[in-house]
């Protein structure tokens, strides 16, 4: 991706609370592009609901014609029916989700998406493992799996790898989650470890889901949808679609440094805020004291 031209995020907010949280993060988006001088555009486009009432169709051409031109894709409730359809429009290929875990932090899991090559989900799974703190817990069984899983391990000397069963994993997501940063799993284990995870750390509302895409925009959407009956009383959580932000920036448009001051910013405001704006303000205030700069990171690493 050549990130010495403008990029572009297509907003599709859908219905119900989904303009409200796509809202909160453009507001957090814009504050990202002052900080660290990027050239990060927003194009809002009718999707589910409000296209139907505009167009009489959950995904019209001119929608399709919007995100098909954009870098990726933003959608703010993952629970419409036009999502399935959106999904099947994309040439998506692997898998990422943050799942917040409270006190613990985060984890984060990569997978290819049904019967995809795991070559690319377990590269950026390396490569975010080093943007952290270099440790990778892979969670497989197959031989080509694992073989692949080798092969990159190869190419990071010094990455911690520790190849756990799924039993295993579980335990540890149980007893010490602190200690997985990140995991990388075959694609029929994805969910059931994404499951596990949101679930024992209490925060199935807190997930965040990424599918890439080999050619074209990748999409980005919270793991579970808000309650529709919050829509309009300004006390939906923004939290989820702000770690779908992080994950968008990260993963999507390889903003890492953006990315990371978004991270900091909401797990320092996390316990400071209620409300849908307010938890945003917080998260706006907090940007500007925990910026950082770590776009080369893995050129320090291979050194």
């Not at 927003?42 to 098909?68: C, D, I, Q, W």
């Amino acid at each position: 991706m050549n990130m010495n031209h403008p990029q572009k995020i297509a907003c599709l907010a859908g219905s119900g609370v989904g303009p409200e949280l796509i809202a909160e993060a453009v507001r957090v988006l814009a504050r990202l592009n002052e900080l660290h001088s990027l050239a990060i555009d927003e194009v809002h486009v009718p999707f589910a609901g409000e296209a139907m009432t505009r167009f009489g169709h959950p995904l019209p051409l001119s929608t399709r014609t919007a995100y098909r031109t954009s870098d990726a894709i933003l959608v703010a409730s993952p629970g419409e029916p036009a999502v399935e359809a959106l999904m099947a429009d994309l040439d998506l290929v692997w898998r990422v989700s943050r799942v917040h875990l409270g006190g613990a932090g985060d984890v984060v899991v990569f997978g290819a998406v049904d019967s995809a090559s795991p070559r690319e989900a377990v590269e950026r799974a390396f490569f975010s493992a080093a943007a952290k703190h270099g440790r990778l817990t892979a969670v497989g069984s197959s031989h080509a799996w694992r073989r692949v899983v080798d092969a990159e391990h190869a190419r990071w000397g010094g990455m911690l790898v520790e190849r756990r069963t799924v039993g295993e994993a579980l335990v540890r997501l149980r007893q010490s989650p602190c200690d997985l940063d990140v995991i990388v799993t075959e694609a029929d284990l994805f969910e059931p470890l994404t499951d596990a995870a949101a679930h024992l750390g209490g925060s199935p509302a807190t997930v965040a889901d990424a599918w890439l895409a080999e050619e074209g925009p990748s999409l980005f959407m919270p793991g579970t949808p808000a309650p529709e009956d919050l829509a309009g009383f300004g006390v939906a959580d923004p939290t989820a679609p702000l770690l779908t932000l992080w994950l968008l920036l990260a993963e999507g448009l390889h903003r890492l440094s953006a990315a990371h001051t978004l991270e900091r910013a909401v797990a320092a405001a996390a316990p400071n805020g209620v409300g849908t704006r307010p938890v945003t303000d917080a998260v706006l205030a907090l940007l500007p004291e925990v910026r950082t700069d770590v776009e080369m990171f893995d050129e320090i690493w291979a050194a």
